[in-house]
């Protein structure tokens, strides 16, 4: 129930802003006739404009644009035969297991006090996200984004030893569509829809106990592997607006999970809602504040290989969670006439609420950094 509130307070804030945008559309303000061809294209950096050829006609281009923060994705557009290629380094950290919003200790996890003859204690999951974007009309920008991540999780047994298990691997590609259907220079809106291909791996295999004493290479739980093995329906919708010195903006983007993939599960439906302020500073600074709110389900189906009685990661019924973050972040914009316009960025937060269904691992913090190049 607290999921479907929170997605329908994200929707109504995109609502509201955009009735607000059409009651400015339709209000005649000669500001946004204006600035109209300034903001066409109210982007996450700076379009095009920078070359001899083009420098005369965005002569209006005093500074960049009001930019969204680094860590949102797929939240601008690009004007007809416009580029963009991107890399982004994350990094999560996961310490401590809870169940509901409570803590949980390892003896309430392990036996003869728990359940399990295994426990997970902490995690790092890093990604390294290439991006690209191209923009066949002025209304439609195409997206691909491609991963690579490595996971860490490390355990602790019911006789007090310790041990760790890694994986790595190319994740799922994902290719998208985005398609505006509003804008009127200080507001725009886009609907998205994309698809996620499986290239990600779900056999991942490290050295795990099947005793006290003894190890085997054996397939990793759920979240030590890299992807879904399934073909996954993104929808999303994201609003950006801007005046002459703030912006902010709402996404809502889902992944919507179909059939099962060969080892007879499919991870469950996921919902990720974000809004944001960016204010400049400086020509060539931005600073932002973002909310993010996401949720997760659980997972449907059960690899047999598996043995859920062992490990809290292994039971597909104990994967379900909810959290909201608040990050804070700056980028950097530099304008290089030659090779398109360049942006640095990093946000990073941490929760200050997560509700999970335990034992399971809770997040602690996070960071992202990137860099973009548009032409």
């Known amino acids: 129930m607290r999921t479907g509130y929170i997605i329908a307070f994200a929707l109504a804030f995109i609502a ?4 607000e945008a059409a009651a400015d559309d339709m209000g005649g303000n000669a500001a946004d006739e204006a600035s109209q061809q300034h903001h066409q294209h109210h982007e996450d950096q700076p379009q095009e404009g920078d070359s001899a050829d083009t420098a005369g006609g965005h002569s209006d281009h005093a500074h960049h644009e009001i930019l969204e923060p680094i860590g949102v994705m797929a939240a601008h557009m690009h ?9 982004r380094y994350s990094r999560m950290r996961m310490d401590g297991n809870r169940d509901g919003t409570s803590k949980v200790s390892i003896d309430e996890i392990l036996m003869p006090g728990g359940s399990y003859m295994v426990s997970p204690t902490d995690m790092d999951m890093q990604m390294h996200m290439f991006g690209a974007m191209y923009a066949p009309a002025d209304w439609v920008t195409l997206t691909a984004m491609i991963p690579y991540v490595e996971l860490s999780m490390d355990h602790r047994m019911m006789n007090q ?3 760790e298990t890694n994986s790595k691997g190319v994740g799922d590609l994902r290719l998208s569509g985005l398609f505006r259907f509003f804008d009127n220079g200080r507001h725009s809106a886009h609907l998205h829809f994309g698809l996620s291909f499986p290239t990600g791996g779900i056999g991942h295999k490290d050295q795990v106990p099947v005793t006290m ?16 093995g399934t073909w996954d329906i993104l929808p999303g919708v994201t609003y950006i607006g801007s005046n002459d010195w703030l912006g902010w903006g709402a996404q809502v983007i889902g992944t919507v999970r179909f059939g099962e993939n060969r080892h007879d599960y499919r991870l469950g439906h996921r919902a990720d809602a974000t809004a944001w302020i960016t204010l400049p500073v400086l020509d060539w600074l931005d600073l932002s504040a973002r909310f993010v709110y996401a949720y997760w389900g659980n997972i449907e189906g059960a690899d047999d290989a598996l043995n859920p009685n062992a490990v809290p990661t292994a039971d597909p019924n104990l994967r379900k969670g909810q959290r909201i973050d608040l990050l804070a972040g700056l980028s950097v914009t530099l304008p290089w006439d030659r ?19 335990g034992p399971q691992l809770g997040s602690k913090w996070r960071v992202v950094t990137g860099w973009q190049l548009t032409f």
């Open 79 to 87: 004007p007809k035969g416009g580029f963009m290629f991107s890399y």
């Open 339 to 357: 090779f398109g316009e360049h942006r640095f960025g990093v946000e990073a937060g941490g929760p200050p609420w997560q509700k999970l269904d």
């Open 161 to 163: 030893s310790r041990f």
């Open 213 to 228: 004493e003894e190890f085997r290479n054996k397939r990793l739980p759920y979240p030590m592997q890299i992807g879904s």
């Open 16 to 19: 509201f802003a955009a009735n």
